[in-house]
């Protein structure tokens, strides 16, 4: 986990685990339902939405200097 402490990976790791938790609960309750918004059924886009905060977060945690690696090489 790039240059975090045992500490601060621990949190990261945490903080996912608790997202993750908290949006497969919110699917379970909402997937049954079949609830739809404009004629888009909430729950799994609910749940991707959850499963890309959390990818970003671990993303964020492994390599900190990524977006800028790639601002950098495409010049911005």
Do not use: C
Request: hydrophobic residues 55%; proline residues 5%.
């Amino acid at each position: 986990m790039g240059s975090y402490s045992k500490a601060g990976a621990a949190g990261v790791v945490l903080l996912v685990t608790i997202i993750e938790d908290a949006g497969l609960i919110a699917w379970l309750v909402l997937a049954p339902a079949s609830m739809f918004y404009q004629g888009i059924p909430i729950a799994p886009l609910l749940l991707l939405l959850v499963l890309l905060v959390e990818h970003s977060i671990m993303q964020r945690a492994e390599n900190p200097n990524f977006t800028r690696s790639i601002r950098a090489n495409i010049g911005l």
